[in-house]
């Protein structure tokens, strides 16, 4: 009885068996291989193709007919321009998912129409000020924008310099100059005087056509912003994102890029696993990566700086470096008035690293900047105008810079602190950076800009907002209107990329920015303007020093702030509108229309998860694996390693971390890896090298898997799904205007009352 029970169960398993077998021995990445050696052999000859050959190939890709495989030999030998033929094939067919039938994307179309009306307003928004300041815009969504009629080319904005080319199969690493930048110091080798004479008029600054006729008739012809156009931009930018049914669609569209990818990965994740282990030498290590966010005053570890003031006060005992009431203290003397020497010195002394005691204690962690509490120490060591020129400074600086170079592939783009107190600010800095040869090929500046207005104001260092405005910016505009009367600064502004706004947006604000706010000259009260106040004249000022620039053959700055980290929602709205790239975004976790907003603009994010994990959101709370996952332009950066990080290595710290907590792919690691690239201000030609000669272009044909590890698949993949997105949107907008077209139409034949 049991023996014939077990052949028929044996019997119905067999029934049961799938009618088609999977070879154990063949997995996927031994079926890619060899169906990428047959296309490589089919494409070295393609006219004198052997027969059997051609037999495996249709076997292989189940392809019915001589025909169809002609028609794909036609396509893959249809090169885009002649780099690419010596450019190995690289895979990119792929599974994809798509959606048919009417009003795909869930909503009635009428909800559609008006939801991708707001969408598109707000795209030219950014549009409209991107291009103004001469930032870069997204190339596949300003396509969509052009193809609705709508883009003001009168912008006046100039064509990008030409730089020398990159040849398709120039090394990875870009050539090192023989000479340092900053020994150039001849002023006959810098562009001459061109005699125009500037000023501040309202919070922005007006350049004159001569320095002693400075009135409107002698105004140089330059896009000076307009305030009123600005505040009513915002409104409507701040009635479109509480907007319900805005709201609804925005966050439906969100929902469905998620559960796409996904799908992608379900479907597609082994070819580009297969992809990726088919690139020679290229992997995750040995990949440019830029630190995108990182303050200069903390890009040491806290053992590095341990080290470094052991070293110092064995070797530097007797010098001074501090004055006290007129009389000037030794390294020794500072270390004996709080009785501490060399060896009683430890990690734990310093007491820099920030623990659990600074979430939401934004005071706390700004404390933890003063090694063993002490802010003395901190102007010794972490400042660059100091008693000793920043000498302590910059060494370590440079020692960071050192590390940098040995890895080779890592890079930053490190913030120095202009407080906009003083008028020769600048030329301080630019002095440090030239005199003690701060500079490497792996490092870029961003000039961060604290938002302490309210904090001068008590202590009467300024009298009002457009003084502090006036030191920050007319030393540029001298320098760019005469290099040669600011000579160090000129040098120094050849390596700085862009501006950053930085402060706790945590503090509560007590002013709305509007037609009524008092311009910078009348902001003479103790309170500190709003966040969109700083924001707004900061690119203000940015726009017009960058179209004077441009004018001098010089490179141009883009405004990267502090965004999003706290505070109310309408610092991402400004952001949003003014800037290229910001920094953190974790408000648009609560804002889907401005999230949706932010990945049809593909606007930058550089995202510090351990940073935040410290002060505001903990780590497994944190969007960035769901702002990948939905294709926004994000990034890992470091924040603060010296408050954050143990190793010598933070950048790779953080991408480690991410990796094991969020199970990120080498794929997902790799494209944060590009995306930083892409973010950040390297040059051009610098970025041909990393990425490949064609990275401006528009989907896989601007990736080169040898130099990036980041298969076509992928990038095929988010730029099909922009472009869909985009098209869904435009899409509506037209068919809308088409049908008010013919509505207009039908009115006017109508006959009029009282006719047949």
Known sequence: MLTELFCRSMGDSEMRSAPYEFPEDSPIEQLEERRHRLERQISQDIKLEPEILLRAKQDFMKIDSAADLELMKQQSTDQVDAGFNERMPIEREFQRVSISGEEKCGVPFTDLV???????????????????????????????????GMINHELGVYEEIPETPVDDDAPVHP????????????????????????????????????????????????????????????????????????????????????????????????KEMAAQKKVPHRDFYNIRKVDTHIHASSCMNQKHLLRFIKRAMKKYPGEIVHIER?????????????????FDLSVDTLDMHADRNTFHRFDKFNAKYNPIGESILREIFIKTDNCIQGKYFAHIVKEVMADLEESKYQNSELRLSIYGRSRDEWD??????????????????????????????????????QEMLENIFLPLFEATINPRSHPELHLLL?????????????????????????????????????YSYYLYYTYANMTVLNHLRRRRCLHTFVLRPHCGEAGPIHHLVSGFMLSENISHGLLLRKAPVLQYLYYLAQVGIAMSPLSNNSLFLSYHRNPLPEYLSRGLMVSL??????????????????????????????????????NSVLMSGFSHKAKSYWL????????????????????????????ETLSEELQLITHAVRTDELDAIDEEDTLTMAPLPGQR
């Not at 920015?513 to 009348?522: C, I, K």
Request: proline share 7%; aromatic share 10%.
């Open 114 to 148: 008006d939801a991708a009306k707001c969408v598109v307003k707000a795209l030219f928004i950014r549009e409209k000020y991107i291009s103004r300041s001469m930032q870069s815009f997204c190339k596949t969504t300003a396509h969509s924008l052009q193809d609705l």
């Open 175 to 270: 050539p090192v100059s023989e000479t340092h930048p900053y020994d150039n110091m001849d002023p006959d080798n810098m562009p001459p005087d061109t005699g125009y004479g500037c000023g501040m008029v309202d919070g922005v600054v007006h350049v004159y056509t001569k320095r002693a006729n400075m009135d409107k008739s002698s105004e140089l012809d330059l896009p000076y912003p307009d305030l009123k156009e600005y505040i009513a931009d915002m409104n409507v930018m701040m009635a479109l994102i509480i907007n319900g049914p805005v709201k609804s669609f925005c966050y439906r569209r969100l929902q469905y890029l998620s559960s796409k990818f996904q799908m992608h990965i379900l479907l597609n994740e082994l």
């Open 326 to 342: 007129g009389r000037g203290q030794t390294l020794k003397d500072v270390f004996e008035s709080m009785n501490l020497t060399a």
């Open 428 to 465: 301080k800095l630019a002095e440090w950076a030239v005199n003690h040869k701060v500079y490497s090929d792996n490092v870029r500046w961003l000039i961060q800009v604290p938002r302490l207005y309210d904090v001068y104001k008590i202590k009467k260092t300024l009298a009002n907002f």
């Open 494 to 530: 050849d390596h700085v990329v862009g501006f950053d706004s930085v402060d706790d947006e945590s503090k509560p604000e007590h002013h709305i920015f509007n037609q009524e706010s008092p311009l910078p000259a009348n902001w003479t009260e103790e309170d500190n303007p709003p």
């Open 637 to 674: 950066s470091t924040d603060d390693p010296l408050q954050f990080h143990f190793t010598k290595e933070p950048l790779m710290e953080e991408y480690s971390i991410a990796a094991q907590v969020w199970k990120l792919s080498s794929c997902d690691m790799c494209e944060l890896s590009r």
């Open 692 to 719: 490949g000669p064609s990275y401006m272009r528009e989907g896989p044909e601007s990736n080169d898997i040898r130099r990036t590890n980041v298969p076509d698949i992928r990038v095929a993949y988010r730029h």
